[in-house]
């Protein structure tokens, strides 16, 4: 616990899926890493006595105000999956007020043209508030043109990046890779910290009930967005060419590419083998792995893959590409089996080894889980806070904060309150101080004027 707590402004396109599987809001969000991530790390630092408030998108179903622990997460927005860029209008209002009364502001960015904008904005505004920023898919750097979105994104999103980064007090990237590749476009080596994602293994202590007793073994599994980026349709392609017989591909996740995917299943004649399982809470998913037989990660392009750390703490052995930073986890023949992205025949053959040689895939599993003591999640947040530690130097800031006097009702007076103790602030309602725990932005309007 620190001895004063540092008050952050954090600002994320994507957040944690909603509880309700199969509804329609894990169609506007299937989950993925960076939806984890963010979470997970609101959790962690929550754990360690930081106040946050996390402004992101609102998918349908979702109150566009809530708790998690004793953060507060803020959704902005229009619930619809073609427009959620548009959060970034009442975002725009938001994050710079929360700002003035934050210690330091931490954006997540991916595949978003919005946030990095808004958080050096607010940076800005507050011109001693140091500004950390997570890049989860760098738009410069790594990001694979497969469609007219990411052409989009990748030409203009680029020239955002590049600046963005520039006035970052610390970067976190994911990976080695994606480290040299900033410092080689100009980034301040300096302020690049090189951070994974982090794995409680206290999910994976126990197996868990077989989420698909209904689907025969032997059993593959792919985890993640149907993405173009994920590669997926590969790993369909591949079921058709295993000489394993009587093997089923398992597909746990959402998104865009769906339907097409059910189409190429179909049109193969694989539609008894691959199944199509939808949004899988994250709770459930050690459970999933742990009753696999071999993971795949068959990406086009991936700046890590949180779901093979999953698949390593499991025990599942794993068959990825070369994409990203995927090599500097697994090493091909060692911890894990390696193809090239988009090579069906070579992913095929990784797959029917790892089926018809036990002996293989028990070197694999053994070897991956030797490998995890780096991803250890403690050990990798109190990274986190040592990049917030550097950042708070660069602008002169002392770090743990002196004691802080938190914001009183009466420079902020509530409205009225609402009959489930909320209290009604700007016409919406906002959650009341947590669980006896002072919060500085409890009274901080959080409507978007």
Same mark, same amino acid.
């Not at 149907?226 to 349709?233: E, I, P, R, T, Y």
């Given at each position: ?29 299937? #989950? ?37 622990? /004793? ?16 959060? /970034? ?19 997540? %960015?991916? +595949? ?20 950390? #920023? ?22 203009? &999103? ?13 970067? =976190? ?46 059993? =593959? ?40 995917? +059910? ?5 193969? &004649? ?14 459930? =998913? ?13 990406? =086009?392009? +991936?700046?890590?893959?949180? #779901? ?24 091909? &023949?060692?911890?894990?089996? $390696? @193809? ?23 070197? $694999? ?15 990798? %947040?109190?990274? #986190? ?44 309602? @906002? ?8 919060d500085p932005f409890s009274s901080v309007d959080t409507s978007a004027r």
């Open positions: 616990m620190i001895e004063s707590p540092l008050r952050i402004v954090r600002l994320c396109s994507v957040f944690e899926a909603p509880d309700d599987p199969g509804g329609p809001s894990a169609a506007f969000d299937p #989950v993925g890493g960076m939806q984890v991530h963010t979470s997970g790390l609101t959790r962690a630092l929550d754990g360690r006595g930081f106040q946050q408030t996390v402004v992101t998108t609102r998918p349908p179903t979702t109150p566009r105000l809530q708790k998690l622990g /004793g953060a507060r997460v803020v959704r902005l927005g229009i619930r619809m999956p073609r427009f959620r860029q548009l959060y /970034g209008l009442p975002a725009s209002a938001l994050v710079p007020r929360l700002a003035r009364r934050a210690d330091l502001v931490h954006v997540h %960015v991916g +595949e978003d043209l919005v946030a990095l904008p808004i958080a050096l904005a607010a940076s800005r505004v507050t011109a001693d508030r140091p500004l950390v #920023v997570t890049v989860h898919c760098s738009l410069r750097h790594t990001l694979r043109v497969v469609d007219a979105r990411t052409a989009v994104l990748g030409a203009v &999103g680029g020239w955002i990046e590049a600046r963005g980064l520039r006035a970052a007090d610390a970067i =976190i990237v994911l990976s080695h890779r994606v480290a040299r590749l900033l410092a080689a476009g100009g980034v301040d080596p300096s302020t690049i910290h090189v951070i994974p994602p982090g794995i409680d293994r206290d999910r994976f202590t126990t197996r868990g009930p077989d989420p698909f007793p209904e689907v025969p073994r032997p059993r =593959i599994l792919f985890v993640g967005r149907l993405h173009l980026a994920k590669g997926v349709d590969a790993a369909v392609k591949a079921i058709g060419r295993l000489r394993t017989e009587g093997a089923h591909l398992v597909l746990v996740g959402d998104g865009p590419e769906r339907r097409s995917l +059910e189409r190429t299943a179909a049109a193969r &004649g694989l539609g008894d083998r691959v199944h199509f399982t939808g949004f899988l809470k994250p709770d459930r =998913i050690p459970a999933a792995l742990s009753h696999g037989d071999v993971l795949v990660v068959p990406s =086009i392009y +991936e700046e890590l893959g949180r #779901v093979i750390l999953e698949g390593m703490h499991a025990g599942i052995p794993i068959v990825a590409t070369t994409a990203g930073g995927i090599p500097e986890v697994l090493r091909d &023949g060692a911890n894990g089996l $390696l @193809v090239e992205p988009g090579d069906v025949d070579g992913l095929a053959r990784a797959i029917d080894a790892v089926l018809s040689r036990p002996d293989l895939a028990a070197r $694999l599993r053994e070897a991956a889980r030797r490998d995890l003591a780096p991803y250890d999640a403690d050990a990798l %947040v109190d990274r #986190v806070i040592e990049a917030y530690r550097e950042a708070m130097l660069r602008r002169g800031r002392p770090f743990p904060l002196p004691q802080l006097t938190p914001f009183t009702s009466e420079e902020f007076p509530p409205g009225p309150e609402t009959g489930d103790g909320s209290v009604a602030i700007g016409g919406s309602n @906002v959650p009341p101080p947590f669980d006896g725990r002072s």
